[in-house]
């Protein structure tokens, strides 16, 4: 069973509120990332972090920002939240090395109203 | 961005059919990985595959990676409703980054 944890599992929220996705592993990963999937549809990465201090963008423009300040913890925060921001919050993490496989949290479905 | 598209984007299939799922890409690709999705869930790492030409199985899972790797394939022999769930593969594509494609959504019938 993976280590990694995302929190909270569901979330309903106005317009214009800020929040912040939780995502935490312990499994000493240095590679993080967050992606977004519609339900059914495919998986957007929106933003990854290969160690500690180092976040980039991915390849889905996204309002949201993040920060890697521990290896263990890689949260996504949106400023202010909107309708269009309605989705499946996946995040993974994996090992250095090309070949490392990705361990997914559970996900964070959040609606906008 | 790259993008790794995959066909069919659905499928259909009678239990007991065979499926199969590609996986495409117009840069040559240095390893490619499979995941599964089942309804409601999140992806979980099905294999890796960096050979070119290289054939991998896992059960009734067979996964192929094309001589030039810029494809691959993932084929199911006689899908039982356990199969049910959206196949994705996924590639480095020689960066940090881990990118996946578009996924082909398997239903199977009893």
């Known amino acids: 069973e993976a280590d990694i944890y995302q929190t909270p599992r569901y979330l309903v929220i106005g317009t214009g509120k800020k929040i912040t996705l939780e995502c935490s592993q312990t499994?000493?990963?240095?590679?993080m990332y967050w992606y977004q999937q519609d339900p059914g549809m495919e998986l957007h990465l929106i933003h990854y972090s290969y160690g500690v201090n180092s976040t980039e963008k991915g390849d889905l423009s996204s309002e949201s920002t993040v920060s890697r300040i521990r290896t263990e913890h890689f949260p996504l925060t949106l400023e202010s939240a909107r309708p269009s921001h309605t989705s499946q919050y996946l995040c993974?993490?994996?090992?250095?090395?090309?070949?490392?496989?990705?361990?997914f949290g559970q996900g964070t479905r959040l609606t906008v109203v | 961005g790259q993008q790794v598209m995959q066909i069919p984007q659905y499928q259909h299939v009678q239990e007991g059919e065979d499926f199969t799922t590609y996986c495409n890409s117009s840069t040559t690709l240095s390893n490619i990985q499979w995941y599964k999705q089942r309804p409601g869930g999140h992806p979980v790492f099905l294999i890796q595959?960096?050979?070119?030409?290289e054939v991998k199985k896992q059960k009734r899972l067979t996964f192929q990676f094309g001589e030039a790797k810029k494809n691959s394939s993932l084929h199911i022999t006689a899908t039982q409703t356990t199969d049910v769930g959206t196949y994705f593969c996924a590639s480095n594509l020689g960066t940090d980054k881990l990118i996946f494609g578009t996924g082909t959504r398997l239903q199977v019938f009893p």
């Open positions: 499994m000493g990963h240095d590679k």
């Open positions: 595959l960096v050979k070119s030409g």
């Open positions: 993974a993490s994996r090992n250095s090395g090309t070949g490392a496989e990705a361990f």
